[in-house]
């Protein structure tokens, strides 16, 4: 199928982009690396009437360390490759490094963003998975206001989010990494590239362990738990996956994916620690 009939507006800048936002609103969309929204307006998932492409804005292709703050900051046009081959990402957001590689294919990193995997809200998608393990933010730009959103609230279901019709998506925050902190991630797909089915991210520190499901709610779910291990660390997990609210699909039913929550959360905590 092909797209309903659209006006492609190129945005020069960040400015640009915001008006075509206020005057289109809900009849407006973004358009970043196009890798998810192609395949939506090809179906006819969603047929707005403006098309505003951001991918070459220059003033957000940017990705910055924010020193005071204590984040790595990624604007709306920074692709995904351009983060993971950064050559310091494994001291700035570690987390982050390990997480790339299971995210499609490089071809698909190369055009996509992260701000457009986070404004997305895949539940099976990777970045906000990170995003929300770690505890970033969502910076959100109106042309009247600016608005800072944790990742937790920001996501509010499938496909779904706290951003309004007229927000961009500015920017994401990821946390730096803090002395003491390890992390890992992992999941389990059909095939290496594949959505996840089920995806686990941990923060592990000497007292604490933060740990991140994606693939089983309808948004990432983040549990804090204390630093648990052997029998009580199991039942902590076996909590979590019953917590989740699996639903049997036609890919897995809702006891495996509550067992692919032990198995994968055990063995990322147990890598991270
Ligand atoms: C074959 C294939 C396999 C894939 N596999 C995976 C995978 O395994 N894991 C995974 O996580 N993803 C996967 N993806 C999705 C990919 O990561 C996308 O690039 C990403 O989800 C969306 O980023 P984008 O920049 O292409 O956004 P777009 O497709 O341009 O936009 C996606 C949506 O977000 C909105 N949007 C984008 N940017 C902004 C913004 N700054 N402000 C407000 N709204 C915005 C758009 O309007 C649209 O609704 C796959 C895609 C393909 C084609």
């Not at 970043?32 to 292709?61: C, F, K």
């Not at 071809?107 to 995003?131: F, K, M, W, Y």
């Not at 109106?142 to 920001?154: E, W």
């Not at 499901?213 to 204390?226: M, Y």
């Amino acid at each position: 199928m092909k797209p309903s009939q659209f006006s492609y507006l190129r945005a020069e800048s960040t400015q640009h982009a915001l008006d075509a936002l206020h005057h289109g609103g809900a009849d407006a969309r973004i358009m970043a690396g196009g890798q998810s929204l192609m395949a939506v307006l090809n179906m006819r998932l969603s047929q707005p009437r403006w098309i505003v492409d951001i991918s070459r804005t220059d003033e957000l292709n940017v990705v910055e360390v924010d020193t005071n703050d204590g984040y790595l900051v990624v604007k709306a046009a920074a692709t995904q490759g351009s983060v993971e081959w950064r050559k310091t990402l494994e001291q700035e957001v570690p987390l982050l490094r390990h997480t790339f590689p299971y995210i499609s294919h490089f071809q698909i990193r190369n055009r996509g963003t992260v701000c457009g995997s986070v404004a997305h809200a895949d539940p099976s998608a990777e970045l906000p998975l990170v995003l929300a393990t770690l505890g970033g933010d969502v910076i959100l730009r109106s042309k009247k206001k600016k608005r800072r959103l944790p990742a937790d609230a920001f996501f509010q279901g499938m496909l779904m989010t706290a951003r309004e019709p007229h927000e961009l998506v500015e920017a994401v925050r990821f946390p730096l990494r803090k002395p003491g902190e390890r992390f890992a991630f992992t999941e389990f797909s059909a095939r290496h590239g594949d959505f996840a089915l089920v995806a686990c991210a941990a923060v592990v520190t000497d007292d604490s362990i933060r740990i991140g499901v994606g693939g089983v709610a309808d948004r990432p779910v983040v549990e804090q738990l204390p630093r648990l291990t052997g029998d009580d660390l199991r039942a902590a997990l076996n909590d979590f996956a019953w917590k989740l609210g699996a639903q049997d699909d036609a890919h897995v039913s809702a006891s495996q994916r509550r067992h692919l929550v032990r198995h994968l959360g055990w063995k990322v905590i147990q890598e991270a620690m």
